[in-house]
């Protein structure tokens, strides 16, 4: 690799090794529809790097997940892996895809996402960002409040998912 390639690497390394999502995050929507994303995770890209993009993906639950450049890379490389032929595997790439939404961050750290993303998360103003280490969610406020009172307050119960993940 000649020295513009190990240039590339290393900022693609200093990128994706920088950045964790941890914490707890309250936000509003502005009147054009873009969202503040927390200083400590916008990627730090050198002046004349490309813009790096994220992808916010539909959960199960009615939130939003947003998958960082080295996540989505993991992602296509899991998707590519689904066989033509398993249509189920196919079908639920297809939904699931079709309301994604790539985005990059702008100068002052916002966002804007796609009305199918709003609408399945039931975001309207407030936003509520929580940091997963290496992927965060977007809930509205309402759909926070849900996610909150259906987790169990059972320590053992949390002990044991924790245990499960070496810590």
Not at 73 to 87: A, F, P, V, Y
Not at 139 to 153: L, P, R
Request: glycine share 8%; proline share 5%.
């Amino acid at each position: 690799m000649g020295i513009n390639g190990e240039y590339w690497d290393l900022i693609s390394m200093e990128i994706s090794e920088s950045t964790y999502f941890v914490g707890e995050f309250h936000r509003n929507i502005d009147e054009k529809g873009r969202l503040a994303i927390p200083p400590g995770w916008r990627p730090n890209v050198p002046e004349g790097a490309k813009e790096l993009s994220f992808l916010a993906l539909p959960t199960p639950d009615g939130n939003i997940s947003v998958y960082p450049p080295k996540m989505v890379e993991q992602l296509e490389s899991r998707i590519s892996q689904i066989s033509i032929g398993d249509l189920a595997g196919q079908n639920a790439i297809t939904e699931l895809m079709s309301m994604a939404h790539s985005f990059t961050c702008d100068k002052q750290g916002r966002i804007n996402l796609n009305d199918r993303l709003l609408k399945h998360s039931n975001i309207q103003k407030g936003v509520v960002l929580i940091g997963k280490l290496s992927t965060f969610s977007l809930f509205s406020n309402e759909g926070y409040d849900k996610f909150q009172s259906s987790y169990s307050g059972d320590s053992n119960a949390k002990a044991e998912v924790f245990q499960r993940f070496g810590l």
